[in-house]
């Protein structure tokens, strides 16, 4: 059974590989997903705002209360650089590399240009395999049209591009118009992948408390079906790799995700919840799905059910709404 | 011939200094933090968690013990086991090793203890520099190695190591607290070579022969008898007779190697001198240069610097004096009440009398310099003077002005010998504005990258928020020795303009200086809005001005509020230390030094500042003649007491060394209620309150840190004569109907911490932000509030119907402690006002050293205060390890005269109305209204008691009467105290029984001394001395109370549950044992604006970290469960109150992978202690036979 993929232009055992999350600040996850089979490691984000605002928190409550009072001149131990900003991150990429012969793609999260998309240039040469773009930005003012935010992506993509030679993939919201027409913009400036999707924190509204609290629940097979969509509409008009993120909780869903026409499949939620172990488990039984279904290799399955594929592609487009409404009539 | 080695040179303090000689010569540290040694153990502390190398290729292990004492049997043990030891102390903590200091001396263990010089408290505390606390150990056995300045704090170091090897006996090595320790000089680095050089060949070797080893045994720690002790003790004089010797030829070989010479009794000055001082410590380079002005003008002075003060080497002292010599004067910086004079002076004084010169020369002695009081040339000249005169004084004290006992010479005030070669310049900065960090850096920039010679000495004020803080720094081609404060300064700089118009920061400016002012004025406005004093001054020393608005510059260049890199630039640009282009150059060169890292554009961003800067910067133009029509206010009002306007207002205008003998209380006894007068105005922004929306909960009045803001419930027919713009309310109760109610912010005192608006729960229905509190500029309302709460505090009290028991009740009650220095936003003073609102006028506070010691009595103020009769909490601090011992002894005395007043009225009720005695004997003491009544028939008791005269009895009873009302007795400390030094006296009080409350101010370090880890610091979180994370859990005192069974125990976090706080603070009172409230504390040491300070008490609970639980023995008689836990199930895991705080974070940065696995370990262990407090609480509701027996209800002394 053949279960390699290529992914970003990286040739990956199998189209497994666990998704940006805090798993990977621990070298022992690392060790274990490996074990697990993982085809490869996406490390956890590095934010703009860890690079920008680090240093204004270390600034405002440790530096501020240096040489305040005589017998305390300071209250966090000395001679510590406690302004790491990203270079923990780098050292942690650095020392992943060390730890592990899986490729390793790099998260670097931002919503407008700025001095942390210069940390792309660093992760390449802290030895990233390649870098995933995260440029999660919710539009809130109104004089912000989707066009601006459009280019804004763009324009990212391209600063990078033009500061790395390894692969990008964009990791995209879900609320684009025209997803289609902007993965495919995001081709042509030279975006390796893109990986589907984003999960959005959503408010919400304590009415105890009259308090608005950011939520981000795991994920649930439920999200699946945003990104089969997407998918299937992508993988016959875009060359470049397709990554599924967001409700992969077991081999049935990485089978969807698969036949829907993604490259490679990320898997966090399952992984926090049940340990880096489980995704030896989900491989296992997508083994058993293929060979029950006689299938011998991923690229077999990849996009068979996409679009162009698909028995029936009003599934993917309007049809399915009707559909939809006609069964909740019924 | 040897070649010298060319000397690194860098800026250091001496702490850091000593710290880099020791942590290379030893393999071992025991260490215990005390002002001002703390860095030294900080730094080696952190040096091995970096796993940094000693001399030997080997990570030195430091172990903080939980006190000196400990440290000192930990050192004890370690040298016995051979291994090389070393550590820091000073002032107290020297005094708890003494009786180790014994032992190591008398078993001849080489062994190095760095001391930074510091007073013993005595009638107050000083963490300031004088010698007491080494003159206490000059009969251990120790010898005593001194260094006047950084550099040779540096040098004498190694030598101590390398002495104490060659001769076994141990070695104190000493040098002045701040003075030294703190001072940041450019000095010459010794290399490992340097050190290499120095160590004895095969003295480690021998004393690793002698360690306690099973493989070669032998028994130390013997008990001698009458026949041989004396004998075996006199067996160790020939180590004591080789020491100086040793010391004087390691001091020769360091001179070839480095070529700086010194010698065990050092002679500077005339060599026909006729008079000479002999003195210890920095104010040696002050005598000394003292003398060389007096020689050049034609004296013949010198100056005797003793190093080797024990053992004292007498010939070589002498040898070391001029034979010329006629007069001596002995400075000491110690005290001996009663001895005939000071030790240093003794010892001279043998020294002569047995010599030949005995009888030749004139011997006097005088103390200098005690706690840290300036010892400037002018006073040493003094003392030059003083021996020329006919009869100089026999003792004498330098310095002060002593109109009491006379003893003090008279000094000229205006001497100065600063030559135009160094420049001077001072710096006036408010804490936290960064000004010092940036003096720290400029002394780097030009010590560090030129050829200049740099010295920055910095003094820090008493206050904890809103400080002062003055730099003083020089910058010259010659060494810089002047270990004194800047007197004649080339540039003044004032970083915080309100300095201006509270103190004279003039005073030290010389003719022709450059004044600096950071002030958001234009430059054409600025000279209208100095006071006119501060004009003449500009005037008289034709000072040049400038002036820059540095917080729109650091605004406008993205550097938020930090203004520290801004005045830098200006001081470069004007200071003339360096040319200014060198001088940007410089300063740019050090941005990108520090910022490289963080990118080209944090650089960029800090380049754009100094070109800002450096524009922004204007001449403000000085008319001839002063136009000001306004002058500095009064420092205090004219309303103050006598005390306040003669003594307190001049500490508070920075003059209190004027103040002579006779000015003080000569006990340590002072006034209460003083902060009221220090008017601070530190807040930007103050609370103000709208009484539409406001739901009249009091809560903002529970959380305020300062007591800054406080309601009023009074009656209606009073609002007719409030001011304009006060502003009431109905009060909503039945209970008082016709009152109206107040909230009302104190504008000056207030320190803008937000806590107040953070907490108010009443939001507007359509605009959920507005709140009933929300913080405003302070300017335009500063006037019109001030009014207000004056006559705010003109209100009669409320009245008694409301003052329940309830978190509203009590904040209607007057708080007892206010207007503290205490850090904006500090989460422990809400406890200590509550403690105050419930039994402030019948309080007695016993409080351990640390913040709550300084910030409730450090002078100029102190916060604890009185109410409309004049009653209030008296305070007192004895020391940090015996605090629950101190407060116990206080209850012990207490009832002493309680029962003896008792037993009198008994004794007298004869004669008495029994309505009074009744009265008296009946009222339950356990409420307000109890307590009332009863001082209501002591005040008619005391009327009546006068006219028994004639019975002895009634005269005492007089004297005692007060104490027929019960007085609260309440142990106060932090987590350092109560977890660490002071455990096992608190341990002993709980189990004695006594009625005494006991209330940690749990804030999970030794906050006061910057942060150094205790046995209460939580696992995970990075603190000194667990720079690596703690890998323990923080230690359950409350459990471990509730054991012994009679203890009533609570575990608060106000912001998390402020009812079960009251409930605890009111029950643990009318327990009749021991309580024992641990209260969570927010503090800055925890990294994070501690205006979320409430909500991460919150988050403590809701996470299960900070269980809130009681223990009330009392519930068994009522049959109901004695544990309770007043806290629900975790909400939410550990993490989301750990990512809050830097503390945890941090390490996350430094040490991913250990933080992670802490954080593991850590949530582990709060599912423990949540499950065994829900255990404990399951057991207590489980139908039970019999609880424990509670101790008799009241314990009284044996009679």
């Known amino acids: 059974m053949n279960l390699t993929t290529k992914y970003l232009g990286l040739e990956l055992k199998s189209p497994l590989m666990p998704g940006a999350s805090p798993l990977a600040m621990r070298l022992d996850n690392i060790r274990k997903l490996e074990d697990a089979g993982a085809s490869a490691i996406v490390m956890h984000s590095l934010f703009a705002e860890q690079i920008e605002g680090n240093a204004v928190a270390v600034s405002r409550h440790i530096e501020r209360w240096q040489d305040n009072f005589a017998e305390a001149t300071s209250f966090f131990p000395q001679g510590q650089d406690y302004l790491l900003g990203p270079d923990e991150y780098l050292d942690r990429l650095t020392a992943i590399k060390a730890a592990t012969n899986l490729p390793v793609i790099a998260s670097l999260n931002g919503t407008h240009l700025g001095s942390w998309t210069d940390y792309a240039r660093l992760m390449e040469k802290a030895g990233a395999d390649a870098i995933e773009l995260n440029t999660y930005f919710f539009a809130t003012r109104r004089d912000e049209s989707s066009a601006e935010i459009e280019d804004r992506v763009l324009e990212i993509a391209r600063t990078v591009r033009a500061s790395v030679q390894i692969p990008i993939a964009m990791k995209l919201s879900p609320f684009f118009t025209s997803p289609v027409h902007l993965v495919a913009e995001l081709e042509t400036v030279g975006v390796n992948g893109v990986v589907l999707f984003n999960r959005i924190f959503q408010p919400e509204i304590d009415i105890e408390t009259f308090d608005v609290v950011p939520r981000l629940g795991l994920s649930s097979p439920e999200d699946l079906r945003l990104r089969l969509r997407a998918l299937a509409l992508l993988r016959d008009q875009v060359k470049l790799s397709l990554a599924c993120s967001g409700g992969v909780h077991s081999a049935a869903e990485v089978v969807k995700a698969l036949l829907a026409g993604a490259d490679a499949v990320q898997v966090v939620a399952a992984l926090l919840r049940d340990g880096p172990d489980t995704l030896g488990n989900i491989l296992t039984e997508l083994k058993l799905w293929m060979d029950k279904f006689e299938y011998t290799s991923v690229s077999e399955m990849r996009g068979a059910l996409s679009l162009r594929n698909c028995p029936d592609p009003e599934a993917y487009e309007r049809g399915n709404y009707l559909r939809s409404l006609q069964l909740w009539r019924e | ?1199």
């Open chain 2, 1 to 1199: 011939m040897i070649s010298r080695p060319v000397p690194q040179t860098a800026t250091l303090d001496a702490n850091e200094a000593v710290a880099t000689v020791a942590y290379r010569l030893s393999e071992l540290f025991a260490i215990y933090p005390i002002t001002p040694s703390s860095p030294m153990g900080e730094w080696v502390d952190e040096w091995s968690a970096q796993g940094r190398k000693n001399l030997w290729n080997h990570v030195p292990e430091v172990i903080e013990m939980q006190s000196e004492g400990g440290a000192a049997g930990a050192l004890h043990g370690a040298l016995n086991a051979g291994a090389l030891a070393s550590s820091f102390t000073a002032s107290q903590g020297l005094l708890l090793m003494i009786p180790n200091l014994y032992k190591i001396a008398g078993e001849l263990h080489p062994f190095v203890l760095h001391v930074t010089a510091r007073s013993l408290a005595t009638h107050a505390l000083s963490i300031f520099c004088d010698h007491g606390d080494v003159m206490a150990c000059r009969q251990t056995g120790s010898a005593m190695l001194c260094a006047n300045s950084v550099q040779e704090a540096l040098d004498f170091s190694a030598i101590a190591h390398a002495a104490t090897l060659r001769t076994r006996v141990p070695f104190i090595h000493f040098f002045d607290g701040f003075r030294t320790s703190h001072e940041v000089q450019k000095i010459n680095l010794l290399s490992d070579d340097d050190l290499r050089a120095l160590l004895p060949q095969g003295a480690i070797e021998a004393f690793r022969q002698k360690a306690l080893t099973p493989d070669r045994p032998s028994i130390r720690g013997t008990a001698q008898n009458p026949d041989v002790f004396f004998q075996a003790r006199e067996g160790a004089n020939k180590f004591y007779d080789a020491v100086p010797g040793v010391v004087q030829e390691l001091f020769d070989s360091f001179a070839v190697r480095t070529g700086r010479a010194y010698k065990l009794y050092d002679y500077e000055g005339a060599p026909d001198a006729d008079r000479v001082v002999v003195v210890m410590g920095s104010g040696a380079e002050t005598v000394a240069e003292t003398s060389a002005w007096l020689n050049a003008k034609g004296e013949k002075t010198g100056v005797l610097k003793v190093r080797l003060y024990r053992p004292l080497d007498a010939n070589a002292l002498l040898a070391a004096l001029p034979k010329t010599v006629r007069k001596i004067s002995v400075l000491d910086r110690t005290k001996e009440p009663g001895a005939i004079g000071e030790p240093l002076f003794l010892d001279v004084a043998a020294a002569l009398y047995e010599s030949d010169r005995v009888g030749k020369v004139e011997l006097v002695g005088g103390r200098y310099g005690l706690g840290s009081k300036e010892f400037t040339p002018a006073m040493a000249k003094a003392v030059y003077d003083d021996l020329a005169t006919a009869s100089p004084k026999k003792r004498f004290t330098v310095g002060i002005n002593d109109d009491v006992t006379k003893l003090s010479l008279p000094y000229d005030e205006k001497f100065d010998l600063e030559t135009d070669d160094t420049r001077r310049a001072m710096f006036f900065g408010l804490g936290a504005d960064g000004t010092v960090g940036a003096n720290k850096n400029s002394i780097k920039i030009i010590g560090e990258g030129t050829d200049l010679n740099a010295q920055g000495f910095f003094v820090y004020d008493s206050k904890k928020s809103g400080a002062m803080t003055i730099s003083h720094l020089r910058f010259g081609p010659k060494p810089i020795r002047a270990p004194y404060l800047i007197a004649n300064a080339d540039f003044v700089a004032v970083h915080h303009f309100p300095f201006v118009e509270r103190m004279e920061v003039l005073a030290q400016a010389r003719p022709g200086a450059t004044l600096l002012l950071n002030v958001a004025t234009p430059a054409d406005k600025v000279w209208d809005r100095l006071p006119s004093e501060v004009q003449a001054r500009i005037i008289d020393l034709k000072l040049k001005v400038y002036s820059i608005d540095a917080y729109t510059v650091a605004r406008a260049a993205g550097m938020g509020g930090q203004i520290n890199t801004i005045m830098q630039t200006c001081f470069f640009a004007l200071s003339g230390v360096l040319k200014r282009d060198e001088a940007i150059a410089a300063i740019k060169y050090a941005i990108k030094k520090t910022y490289g890292k963080k990118g080209d554009a944090v650089v960029a961003k800090n380049n754009a500042a100094v070109d800002a800067a450096l524009a922004a910067m204007h001449e403000v133009a000085v008319p001839a003649a002063v136009t000001a029509r306004f002058s500095r206010p009064p420092v205090v009002a004219k309303s103050a007491p006598e005390f306040v306007q003669r003594v307190t207002s001049m500490m508070l205008a920075n003059r209190g060394d004027e103040l002579p003998v006779s000015a003080f209380p000569v006990d340590g006894t002072w006034p209460t209620a003083t902060t009221k007068w220090e008017k601070r105005n530190i807040a930007l922004e103050i609370p103000t309150w709208d009484p539409a929306l406001c739901i009249q909960c009091n809560k903002c009045v529970m959380v305020c840190p300062h007591a800054a803001i406080r309601c009023a419930a009074f009656p209606d027919a009073d609002k007719a004569s409030a001011p304009e713009t006060f502003k009431s309310t109905k009060l909503k109760s039945a209970a008082a109907p016709n009152y109206q109610y107040s909230i009302q912010v104190a504008p000056e005192d207030c320190t803008g911490c937000t806590l107040c608006h953070k907490v108010c729960p009443a939001k507007d229905k359509t605009d959920l932000k507005r709140k009933a509190l929300m913080m405003a500029p302070i300017e335009p309302l500063l006037a019109k509030e001030r009014e207000n709460f004056d006559f705010f505090l003109q209100l009669p009290p409320a009245p008694a119907a409301l003052l329940e028991d309830t978190v509203k009740g009590t904040q209607f009650r007057e708080p007892l402690i206010e207007f503290s220095g205490a850090c904006t936003g500090c989460g422990e003073t809400p406890y200590l006002k509550l403690l105050t609102q419930l039994y402030g006028d019948r309080l007695l506070v016993a409080n351990a050293t640390g913040c709550s010691s300084i910030y409730g009595g450090n002078l100029p103020t102190t916060p604890y205060t009185t109410n409309r009769d004049g009653r209030g909490p008296a305070w007192s601090n004895s020391l940090f390890e015996d605090n629950a011992e101190y407060g116990l002894g206080i209850r012990a005395g207490v009832d002493q005269l309680a029962v003896q007043s008792q037993q009198l009225l008994k004794e007298l009720a004869p004669q008495l109305p029994a309505e009074i005695v009744n009265g008296i004997t009946a009222a339950d003491q356990l409420t307000d209204a109890g307590i009332a009544t009863a001082r209501g028939h002591v005040a008619a008791l005391k009327k009546l008691l006068p006219a028994l005269a004639s019975d002895e009895r009634a005269k005492r009873l007089l004297e005692l009467a007060d104490y027929l009302v019960k007085k609260s007795v309440w142990i106060i400390g932090g987590d350092g105290w109560a977890y660490d030094i002071g455990f096992g006296g608190l341990d002993h009080v709980l189990a004695s029984g006594r009625k005494v409350n006991i209330l940690v101010l749990d804030t999970e370090v030794y906050s006061n001394t910057g942060g150094q880890r205790s046995k209460s610091t939580p696992l995970g979180a990075v603190a000194k001395f667990s720079a690596a994370g703690k890998d323990t859990d923080k230690k359950d005192l409350a459990q471990m109370a509730a054991h012994y069974g009679h203890v009533y125990v609570a575990r608060v976090a106000l912001g998390a549950k402020d009812s079960q706080t009251v409930q605890a603070f009111i029950e643990a009172e009318k327990h009749p044992g021991p309580s024992l409230i641990i209260a969570y504390s927010h503090c800055i040491a925890h990294g994070y604006g501690l205006s979320a300070g409430l909500d991460q008490q919150k988050l403590a609970v809701d996470t299960g970290y900070w269980p809130l639980f009681r223990h009330d023995p009392e519930r068994a008689a009522k049959n109901l469960p004695v544990d309770i836990m007043d806290s629900g199930a975790p909400k939410q895991p550990l993490s989301a109150y750990t990512k809050n705080e830097l503390r945890y974070q941090v390490l996350f940065k430094a040490n991913p992978e250990r933080a992670a696995n802490l954080a593991d370990q850590a949530q582990k262990a709060v599912d423990k202690r949540v499950a065994s407090y829900q255990q404990l609480a399951a057991n207590a509701a489980a139908p039970k036979p019999a609880a424990p027996a509670a101790p008799a209800t009241e314990v009284k002394p044996n009679n």
